[in-house]
């Protein structure tokens, strides 16, 4: 079946510095991807819409200039958190929809855990 | 508030047990997704429903979608341990994003 990966798994990082993480979908093209984050003990939060070849869509509450969304094609996307703090510190899962006989699915990686100190 | 609700937030059962996990959403779905999900770890896969009135069933687990597609419900039949965990429900709206249920916490005692 279609796999989305997520690279790095875990990371750790200093307060002010960035983090990109990536988001590939394996063995399938896709145009849009989706970007989620979760806190613990609470629900994913849609945070973002990556579109390959044009601008990102965020949801309202999310800053478009710390959080940098760049879908570079068909099979990647990137989150970059800039300037991370302490209060970024989350789990964060991209998707991406993939059509199947079955209907529109959604294909979800296994997450990144960022822990900001 | 969630365009999502899901009921309950928790729920402790006895193992053998049956179950329920109700999701309702305040807008007609183009599909409904369950998954299952230890914090911090990835989703797993569980049912997608699209019509209105579908069942589907794997082992144990039964999603059932209302005829007016804003309702789903997730069974349990006689629970066991391995069925601990966080279940969360996924709806899409606009055949792109998905949102979601705040989860329910299933915990299981042997």
């Known amino acids: 079946g279609a796999v989305v990966s997520q690279h790095p798994s875990r990371v750790i990082c200093k307060s002010g510095t960035s983090v990109k993480i990536e988001c590939r979908s394996l063995?399938?093209?896709?145009?849009?991807m989706f970007w989620y984050r979760q806190f613990p003990k609470q629900s994913l939060m849609l945070m973002a819409t990556?579109?390959?070849?044009?601008?990102?869509?965020?949801e309202q509450g999310v800053e478009k200039d710390k959080f940098l969304i760049n879908h570079a094609s068909l099979t990647l996307s990137t989150l970059t958190v800039t300037s991370a703090h302490p209060e970024d510190s989350s789990f964060y899962i991209c998707?991406?929809?993939?059509?199947?006989?079955?209907?529109?699915?959604?294909?979800f990686g296994p997450g990144t855990r960022l822990t900001v100190t | 508030s969630q365009e999502l609700e899901q009921s309950p937030q928790s729920l402790i059962v006895q193992e053998g047990k049956n179950l329920t996990i109700n999701c309702t959403s305040s807008?007609?779905?183009?599909?409904l997704y369950w998954y299952k999900q230890k914090y911090g770890e990835g989703l797993i896969f569980l049912m997608m429903?699209?019509?209105?009135?579908e069942e589907k069933s794997h082992e144990k687990i039964t999603a059932k979608l209302d005829e007016k597609k804003q309702q789903s419900s997730l069974h349990i039949t006689a629970s066991q341990p391995s069925h601990a965990g966080i279940y969360l429900c996924?709806?899409?709206?606009?055949?792109?994003?998905?949102?979601f249920g705040a989860g329910t916490r299933l915990t299981v005692k042997p």
């Open positions: 998707s991406a929809p993939h059509v199947t006989p079955a209907g529109n699915e959604q294909y």
């Open positions: 063995d399938f093209q896709a145009t849009t």
């Open positions: 990556s579109n390959e070849g044009s601008k990102a869509t965020y």
């Open positions: 807008k007609t779905l183009y599909g």
């Open positions: 429903l699209q019509k209105g009135g």
């Open positions: 996924g709806a899409g709206y606009n055949n792109n994003d998905m949102r």
